[in-house]
């Protein structure tokens, strides 16, 4: 059955309720630009495993209408992997724990998912490379070259039924917070909200790239599985910036209705 819009559960987790745990960028940016520290980084990479364990059977069971049905083990396994990885390696410098993730996730990662993560971390970790506090100019650069990792390894394009149709809005939202004066935390905010959108345009594509493209016709009215994680993954940034613990939800000052 084609996981259609009007047949959402209302526990979904791409409900709008669920993406106004994240809230939408106040009009007035945050005082101060933010940064990210190496702490910071290792505090994201335990939520992500978190949420990824937590949604590992709705990732499998949304990947089984297009590809193996085991997105959502193959993450969850691969981020407790990284996160235990970048617990153990003590180091101060952020590009080296990025690139530590993306190599672990090439690793541990099945599919085509681990390769292409696994690229995203390491081409930011380079772009990080030697840095032990990040402000929010130089994550919008790492954002990017992550974004341009990914598609190259996957030689994909927005449209193609991809993470890529995620992450390169929800990296285009934050720079744009970024360069209109928001704070790192908003444009966090904002981009979660894009991978959230980019999520949902997924629905009615025709899949041009992986496993989906033996389904052609049918594989429109499915939700890639890909794009999904990469929304719960900027969903874990904008839930480790804004404080909150693995087990608890912030209710957002604003709803999120424009990505509804």
């Known amino acids: 059955m084609a996981d259609t819009p009007d047949r959402e559960s209302p526990r979904s987790l791409f409900s709008v309720a669920a993406v106004a745990r994240i809230g939408l960028p106040s009009a007035t940016p945050s005082?101060?630009?933010?940064?990210?520290?190496c702490e910071d980084v290792r505090r994201y990479v335990r939520r992500a495993a978190l949420i990824l364990e937590r949604h590992r059977a709705l990732l499998d069971r949304l990947d089984a209408a297009l590809g193996d049905g085991d997105h959502g083990?193959?993450?969850?396994?691969?981020?407790?992997?990284a996160a235990l990885a970048i617990e153990i390696d003590r180091s101060a410098d952020a590009g080296d724990l990025l690139r530590l993730v993306g190599h672990t996730l090439v690793a541990s990662v099945g599919g085509a998912s681990g390769p292409l993560y696994g690229t995203a971390f390491i081409e930011a970790g380079f772009a990080l490379q030697g840095l032990t506090r990040v402000d929010a100019r130089r994550v919008a650069y790492a954002f990017d070259a992550g974004v341009h990792g990914l598609a190259r390894r996957g030689r994909c394009a927005v449209g193609d039924k991809t993470i890529l149709d995620a992450l390169q809005p929800a990296a285009q939202?934050?720079?744009?917070?970024?360069?209109?004066?928001?704070?790192?935390?908003?444009?966090?905010?904002?981009?979660?909200?894009?991978?959230?959108?980019?999520?949902?345009?997924?629905?009615?594509?025709?899949?041009?790239?992986?496993l989906a493209l033996r389904l052609g016709e049918r594989s429109r009215g499915h939700r890639d599985p890909g794009a999904v994680s990469c929304f719960l993954l900027f969903r874990a940034m904008a839930e480790v910036r804004d404080?909150?613990?693995p087990s608890s939800v912030k209710t957002a000052a604003r709803p999120?209705?424009?990505v509804s």
């Not at 005082?31 to 520290?37: D, E, L, Y």
């Not at 083990?73 to 992997?81: L, Q, V």
């Not at 928001?182 to 790239?209: E, K, N, Q, Y």
Request: hydrophobic share 45%; glycine share 16%; charged share 15%.
């Open 73 to 81: 083990t193959n993450m969850a396994i691969g981020f407790a992997a």
């Open 31 to 37: 005082a101060g630009p933010g940064s990210v520290t």
């Open 256 to 258: 999120a209705r424009s």
């Open 243 to 245: 404080g909150q613990a």
């Open 173 to 210: 939202a934050f720079r744009r917070g970024v360069e209109g004066g928001c704070a790192l935390d908003d444009a966090l905010r904002s981009s979660a909200c894009a991978a959230h959108a980019g999520m949902r345009a997924t629905i009615p594509l025709v899949a041009r790239r992986g």
